[in-house]
């Protein structure tokens, strides 16, 4: 206590001006904000200083986009999310902006701001660079390869997941496609023995909502306050002990991997041994090579699911819409010997445009291209992007604007179809129609992103999304609850949008399943 009060009396004054610099700091922070980007035009100035302005963004994100987009929609504004000041910009500027270097604009500490990896440790950069190398140079050259084990997977895990339905049967969507889309991706991410394990099913399944409740629950702390709010967030620490679980069920399977490559056996085609014949390259442990199952996991499973339900229940009050479908796919599995291969596969156009007809209606996410700014820049058109700020485009307003596409509002199945083969007009004016399909990223379409970084599983995903529904649509038939014709609606948390995971569908087997 002595020695304590001696460095207060000695050093009291230094202390003193030091809490007044950072109290004056922190209420300048609070009352103003960052001005550096003070040029380019605020949305929500009126709920007055930058915490009001956080603070109304919880409740009102959506409006503050809408308000954003209408009143600039050429030119870049600014408003206040929950990590502090963004700006937002148009889609003209995207071409430009994403030939940026990666030392300007940094996706990598966008990811580092998005999934608070300060407080989690999430996204750690050389797993990630090993993830992306592993889904481009193995997963999606494999693709064709694996595609009839894929096939075979996705008609046998349907069977398991639904019920008989001899006659209608009550279905919960969103949990039971989770646990459809978990199983197939397991079985080539880990292996067919492996992924029906229900420790790999809560590895897999439960890690996902873990980070997602864990992020959200510790950004409604204001950001500098996290590092105290992580001790105070059960989600947080229940994140940590599941990830200590799942490495715990992971790391036996690696080392039996191990053993059988030493001992010379016939080794599995799957993303876990793609791994193990690459991890010494790069450098990685076991406990990294876990670490990397599990988010490939997050990234895949929760994602591929969503998109699933989402389209299923745009379906399942369309029965036109499923009967043209059905026709289609039943067409082209003809002409393919009733093997759905990739080429089937590309070949079921109208599957394909239903598919992306309903990313475009259930667009998921308010915002795509989230960027870093690590070193200013100045724009084309004079915009400055000042080093520090996160930048991201409104695609979710882009894809429903009537600027961009005719009757935004209309679910039309045939839209994306249509366009591919040159019988409605496209406004915007693409040379190669194929710029239309599912997979493909655009400055206007950025569901999978854009640019050197947009999501390089989008092609494993389109594969097992077609082969989930195309199963789905030709052994059973659909419909609503008694009482209900309209589309469920979808659930909206901040700037995301999500189906109900709640509600359910009547199925029952087709009278002439294929």
Same mark, same amino acid.
């Given at each position: 206590?002595?020695?304590? &009060?001696?460095?207060?009396?000695? %050093?009291?004054?230094?202390?003193? $001006? ?38 109304? *963004? ?71 660079? *090993? ?79 873990? *980070? ?73 442990? =076991? ?26 229940? =745009?379906?399942?009050?369309?029965? =036109? ?9 039943? $067409? ?11 080429? &089937?596969? *590309? ?10 007809? $309903? ?5 998921? $996410? ?95 995903? &389109? ?45 029952? %087997?087709?009278?002439?399943? &294929?």
């Amino acid at each position: 206590m002595e020695v304590i &009060a001696k460095v207060l009396e000695e %050093r009291g004054p230094v202390l003193a $001006s030091v809490a007044v610099i950072l109290t004056t700091v922190f209420l300048a922070t609070l009352l103003f904000g960052n001005d550096s980007a003070s040029n380019i035009p605020l949305v929500g100035s009126e709920y007055g200083n930058a915490e009001k302005r956080r603070k109304a *963004f919880i409740t009102n994100g959506y409006d503050f986009y809408k308000k954003g987009y209408n009143l600039f929609k050429s030119k870049a504004f600014r408003l206040t999310a929950l990590d502090g000041d963004r700006i937002v910009l148009p889609r003209n500027l995207m071409e430009e902006v994403r030939q940026l270097p990666d030392d300007v604009i940094d996706i990598n500490k966008a990811f580092d701001v998005m999934n608070e990896h300060k407080y989690l440790n999430m996204g750690d950069r050389k797993l990630t660079e *090993f993830l992306i190398h592993i889904i481009r140079s193995d997963l999606t050259r494999s693709l064709v390869r694996i595609n009839p084990r894929l096939s075979e997977e996705t008609a046998k895990t349907i069977r398991e997941e639904l019920p008989p339905c001899d006659d209608w049967t009550s279905v919960v969507v969103y949990q039971t496609v989770l646990r459809m889309v978990a199983t197939i991706s397991g079985a080539i991410f880990i292996g067919p023995e492996l992924c029906r394990s229900e420790d790999y099913l809560k590895a897999s399944i439960g890690y996902t909502l873990d *980070f997602v409740n864990a992020v959200n629950k510790l950004k409604q702390w204001h950001k500098w306050w996290r590092w105290v709010g992580r001790y105070f967030t059960p989600e947080v620490d229940k994140l940590f002990a599941d990830r200590k679980d799942a490495h715990k069920f992971l790391r036996p399977v690696i080392e039996q991997r191990r053993a059988a490559m030493k001992a010379g056996q016939e080794l599995p085609d799957d993303t876990l041994q793609w791994m193990l014949n690459k991890v010494d390259e790069f450098g990685l442990t =076991d406990d990294a090579l876990a670490e990397t199952q599990l988010n490939l996991s997050m990234a895949a499973i929760h994602t591929t699911t969503l998109t699933v339900t989402m389209i299923l229940y =745009d379906l399942v009050v369309r029965p =036109d819409v499923v009967e043209k479908v059905r026709e289609e796919i039943r $067409s082209v599995l003809a002409a393919h010997d009733g093997v759905m291969t990739s080429h &089937a596969l *590309f070949d079921m156009k109208l599957l394909d445009s239903v598919m992306k007809e $309903s990313q475009r209606v259930n667009p998921g $996410s308010m915002i795509r291209f989230q960027r870093y700014v690590a070193k200013p820049v100045t724009l084309s058109d004079g915009t400055h992007l000042p080093a520090g700020y996160m930048i991201e485009t409104p695609h979710a307003l882009t894809v429903q604007d009537p600027q961009v596409y005719r009757n935004p509002e209309v679910f039309d199945a045939h839209r994306f179809l249509n366009l591919r083969n040159g019988t409605s007009e496209d406004l915007l004016g693409y040379k190669n129609k194929e710029q239309h399909q599912f997979v493909t990223v655009t400055k206007d379409f950025m569901h999978f992103g854009y640019g050197r970084h947009s999501c390089p599983g989008r092609f494993f995903a &389109a594969n097992e999304i077609k082969l989930i529904l195309a199963r789905i649509l030709l052994d059973y038939d659909m419909r609503m609850p008694d009482g209900l014709t309209e589309r469920y609606a979808n659930l909206k948390m901040g700037t995301n949008a999500f189906p109900d995971p709640t509600k359910e569908v009547l199925f029952r %087997r087709a009278q002439t399943a &294929a």
